[in-house]
């Protein structure tokens, strides 16, 4: 999906920006490629810099509620120092390294409802604006799609996934955001939790995986969240039994069910071991759409559906996906 727009901030004598994102598959702490294409205005112009910024669509948790905003959580200068004549053509091209954290948006080819953008900004003469806006779609790593079909080999269902602003206390995490991806319980597990949310924190090294459990009250005790987190490497994924190792993490956090505490879990593959994290500044979930997800090799599969910065940014990457198109061909 690309958007061609005129720099507004020059008026309509002003150059266009077309950003085209190469359309290979992108992961997490991968390098993300492609190229800026200038086309000139009805004057030469300095290109001072082309900057690439990642946005994402993040919801925040407050004392008044609950609001979704516009993060920006990373930026690239891709080129700039150039003078760009009347009419004149041109393309820059880019290879960025994505954060680590960078937040998973499909499955399978499926889409995972998370939005995320790379917008471009321009800087010319002096003056700046933000002329194009691209979806960006992330894959998960190896071991983020292990543990994914690890999950729905065992039963559990995908409900919905979004971002939320804030972090996860005892955590190494980095982005002013985390993932939260929420699922349905197995049967096995129906009487022990109402959900399940689990959110992945990548490195270079290794990878967070954090788990919380929506408790179901009983009559005497009212319901109560379990958390945890394991810690597991890049390494030697297909060697490992992740159903296994997965169900054991679930089988750790139903036990907590009855110790009514976070408490110390085992380690997981590779490396690591577990501690009692808590989210923080924007903990809680979005609302579920009920989509149960067929076990397999598709894992949990399914077609769903730094700052918080000013609300006309949020109506841009609201219009991501479905006003811009219309726009354009206005």
Do not use: C
Request: net charge negative; charged share 20%.
């Amino acid at each position: 999906m690309v958007f061609k727009r005129l720099l507004g901030a020059l008026g309509a004598g002003g150059p266009t920006v077309d950003t085209v994102l190469d359309p290979a598959s992108v992961r997490p702490g991968g390098t993300l490629t492609g190229q800026v294409h200038l086309v000139g205005g009805k004057a030469d112009f300095e290109i001072e810099h082309i900057t690439l910024e990642l946005v994402a669509r993040v919801e925040a948790e407050h004392e008044g509620g609950e609001s979704e905003g516009v993060v920006a959580f990373d930026r690239f200068t891709v080129g700039g120092g150039f003078r760009l004549a009347e009419g004149e053509q041109h393309s820059v091209p880019f290879s960025v390294v994505l954060p680590w954290e960078t937040p998973v948006t499909e499955l399978h080819g499926q889409s995972l409802g998370v939005v995320l953008g790379v917008r471009t900004e321009l800087s010319v003469a002096g003056a700046k604006d933000k002329g194009d806006l691209d979806q960006l779609n992330i894959a998960p790593l190896p071991v983020q799609e292990a543990v994914l079909e690890a999950l729905g080999g065992l039963g559990f269902g995908f409900r919905s996934a979004d971002l939320e602003y804030g972090r996860i206390g005892g955590t190494g995490q980095r982005l002013p955001f985390y993932q939260e991806i929420e699922l349905v319980p197995a049967p096995q597990y129906a009487q022990r939790f109402n959900e399940i949310e689990l959110t992945f924190l990548a490195g270079p090294g290794g990878m967070e995986v954090v788990l919380e459990a929506d408790k179901r009250g009983g009559f005497v005790s009212a319901g109560h969240d379990a958390l945890t987190r394991f810690t597991v490497s890049h390494d030697g994924v297909r060697q490992e039994d992740w159903p296994a190792i997965v169900d054991g993490w679930m089988r750790q956090l139903a036990e907590q069910r009855s110790s009514g505490y976070d408490s110390p879990t085992p380690f997981g593959p590779g490396f690591g071991h577990g501690h009692g994290a808590g989210h923080q500044d924007g903990r809680g979930s979005g609302p579920g759409v009920g989509t149960a997800v067929a076990a397999g090799a598709a894992g949990l599969a399914v077609g769903v559906v730094g700052g918080m910065v000013a609300a006309e940014v949020v109506d841009e990457v609201g219009d991501f996906f479905e006003g811009e198109e219309e726009e354009e061909e206005g």
